[in-house]
């Protein structure tokens, strides 16, 4: 079946750096891929999503890029902020029917100052 | 757009007691998902509806769980008899079916469940 792998956290940055979350996904199909945050104690907001192969979904500084090839979306980001500590949840839609989205575990990034 | 909107937000409970959780998704959203989220974890799906028809439930939606969307708004999951392995967050979703909203997900802040 459908799934995602993503790396495992917890990942520790300094502020200004370079930042690179892996996921690769098995999927069926074509997929949508998406990208979610969940800040503390907030819910999940969409942060990002590419919806074919060579897409390139951005936002906040953040993007990733759909690679059919590699089967990866992996998410990042050239310059880190304290305000971008959360948990990141790589995703895919499957799109055949309903479209639920399944989810990798998470990667929780701290980011200090 | 008011986003979508779950109550309780939280919810103490002691085994054995029946509770129940209510999801308002985004008005003009034809499909509703729920999905469970425990610690350290990303969301696994529960069931999805698409208006008042509930089209597909996962093997982790035991027949103690039972969900409903009466009117084809919004919609309710219950949890009969609780264990204490229910203690998670319960999280809904909707969806619209139209345009670039087909496969974006929008999703609520959730109820955080601890059975006792």
């Known amino acids: 079946g459908n799934s995602v792998t993503q790396m495992e956290g917890p990942v520790t940055l300094s502020e200004e750096a370079f930042l690179t979350i892996n996921c690769t996904y098995t999927?069926?199909?074509?997929?949508?891929l998406f990208w979610y945050v969940q800040y503390p104690g907030e819910g999940l907001q969409l942060l990002l999503k590419a919806t074919k192969a060579d897409d390139k979904g951005s936002n906040k500084g953040f993007e990733a890029t759909y690679r059919k090839e590699t089967t990866s979306f992996h998410l990042e980001k050239g310059s880190v902020q304290v305000s971008d500590s959360a948990v990141y949840f790589c995703?895919?839609?499957?799109?055949?029917?309903?479209?639920?989205?399944?989810f990798g575990a998470g990667t929780r990034l701290f980011v200090k100052a | 757009d008011t986003g979508v909107s779950q109550d309780p937000r939280h919810k103490i409970t002691k085994r054995g007691q029946n509770v129940t959780f209510r999801c308002d998704p985004i008005s003009e959203h034809n499909r509703l998902y729920w999905y469970r989220q425990t610690l350290g974890q990303g969301p696994e799906f529960l069931t999805y509806f698409q208006n008042e028809a509930q089209l597909e439930k996962s093997r982790l939606l035991s027949d103690r769980f039972s969900a409903e969307r009466p009117k084809g708004s919004f919609s309710t999951l219950e949890i009969q008899r609780t264990e204490q392995g229910d203690s998670a967050m319960y999280l809904c979703a909707s969806q619209g079916t139209w345009g670039g909203q087909q496969e974006t997900q929008y999703f609520g802040p959730g109820t955080r469940l601890l059975v006792l």
């Open positions: 995703a895919l839609s499957d799109n055949t029917g309903g479209f639920k989205t399944i």
């Open positions: 999927a069926t199909g074509y997929p949508s």
